[in-house]
């Protein structure tokens, strides 16, 4: 996260973007910058009786199409650019998914496995009563991201309903299911993934039944990743990795063992029966799908023409540069050698789409089977990897990214043409 700017980057990738649209400069620069942006400092009394002031964010990118929505970050390297591009990702998110939402995201810097179960919650509601003034069910909803969870969404929802003396499950999603949660939303960033990888496969011809996958990062995007691979799509998952490093088996690891032994040991790495890999080795192994679902910026000019995967499914958000893009690109146009690319916030939208069917069910206080959310969840993601498809046959040479961005920005800049914003 450190050396490479991702706001830069989530900006470049709109200029790019804005210059095939021909987009007019004042929706251009609309779409360029985060409509608001708010920086707080919450104190937080920690268990040895100290207190400790984090530093927060909420970027509110762009509503046109609907209320704000994106996840909240515990990261020790979160920046305020870090956020913004991720707000700005969510944007684009919900825009090319077709959900009647925005684009927000907030973050603290902290490093949440220092943090006791107390101190979590005590950071948790801080946060609420440092920003709910701009939140609400019609203006912005959290969500969980990186190292947060389903446990720190009910302490928010809490807070945010003390404060304002009612019952408030929409004001938060990735809720426990007994507080509001949504069938399904655990696993939906991996379910949505699987939706897409099975599209592309078809269209690229590939049977994915036995082939081999590799996923980096295990947390709660990752592991599921491993368990809907696996069931949904019948891939053998020969390597996993998280922030310690990573295991290899080419007979294929087990999802119950790998989950096993990272809750009893604390990381996958160290398995029996496995071999040791690094991270960026995992990159750059032979398999069929490589799942990218931890942090940003993992695939680099430095790397790109090493992947030697036939479909990079990106679960995480902005795991590649655009110089990487572009040496993706060249091999696929010049060599035929491909990577196909289900970019970022296509491949990883299911969350944030089951975060919607979540805000659905608040809404009217009546709740969905879990068959129904992955219909629905199937219908939403088959819609909009078509949609990508379309725009990269119509714009003959654009690759999928750009394509995913053109479907995405065009719906966001006619929202706010009609609303007279621009
Ligand atoms: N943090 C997730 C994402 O980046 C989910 C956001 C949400 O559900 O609102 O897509």
């Not at 470049?12 to 007019?24: S, V």
């Not at 996840?71 to 591009?85: F, K, Q, Y």
């Not at 295990?218 to 053998?236: D, F």
């Not at 491909?338 to 659905?360: H, I, K, M, R």
Request: with cysteine.
């Amino acid at each position: 996260m450190s050396e490479i700017n991702s706001f830069t980057i989530a900006q470049q990738q709109l200029d790019e973007a804005a210059a095939i649209l021909g987009l007019d400069p004042a929706t251009h620069a609309l779409l360029r910058e985060p409509m608001r942006e708010l920086t707080v400092n919450i104190p937080v009394r920690m268990d040895d009786g100290s207190m400790h002031v984090f530093k927060g964010y909420r970027v509110q990118y762009n509503d046109a199409r609907g209320p704000g929505k994106g996840g909240v970050r515990w990261h020790p390297d979160e920046t305020l650019d870090t956020i913004r591009a991720l707000a700005a990702w969510m944007t684009w998110k919900t825009a090319v998914v077709d959900i009647p939402l925005g684009g927000s995201t907030g973050g603290v810097i902290c490093n949440p496995k220092e943090l006791s179960p107390t101190e979590q919650e005590r950071l948790a509601r801080g946060y609420i009563r440092a920003i709910w003034r701009i939140l609400g069910e019609n203006a912005d909803v959290p969500a969980p991201d990186v190292y947060t969870n389903p446990q720190i969404m009910a302490w928010m929802m809490d807070e945010y309903s003390v404060i304002r003396g009612y019952n408030a499950p929409g004001i938060v999603t990735g809720k426990p299911i007994a507080v509001g949660g949504s069938a399904g939303r655990n696993e939906a960033t991996a379910l949505g993934a699987m939706y897409v990888t099975r599209e592309a496969a078809k269209m690229l011809e590939l049977d994915l039944q036995g082939a081999t996958a590799a996923i980096q990062g295990y947390g709660s995007v990752g592991r599921y990743t491993h368990k809907m691979a696996q069931e949904v799509l019948g891939l053998k998952v020969v390597a996993v990795s998280d922030s310690q490093g990573g295991i290899y088996n080419p007979a294929g690891l087990d999802y119950n063992a790998v989950l096993r032994h990272k809750r009893e040991t604390g990381s996958v790495t160290d398995m029996p029966n496995t071999t040791a890999l690094s991270n960026e080795a995992l990159l750059e192994m032979d398999v069929t799908v490589l799942f990218p679902a931890a942090l940003e910026g993992v695939i680099t000019e430095r790397n790109a023409a090493n992947i030697k995967a036939k479909i990079c499914a990106e679960l995480a958000n902005g795991p590649t540069t655009p110089e990487a893009d572009r040496i993706l690109e060249a091999d696929r146009i010049l060599h035929e050698r491909g990577v196909y690319v289900l970019p970022d916030f296509l491949c990883n939208a299911g969350g944030v789409t089951v975060s919607y069917f979540e805000q659905v069910q608040n809404a009217y206080g009546f709740y969905w089977s879990l068959e129904l959310v992955q219909q629905r969840l199937d219908a939403k993601m088959t819609a909009a990897f078509h949609a990508v498809h379309r725009m990269v046959k119509a714009k003959r040479g654009v690759h999928n990214r750009l394509a995913a961005y053109l479907v995405a920005v065009e719906r966001v800049a006619e929202a706010a043409k009609l609303r007279g914003w621009i």
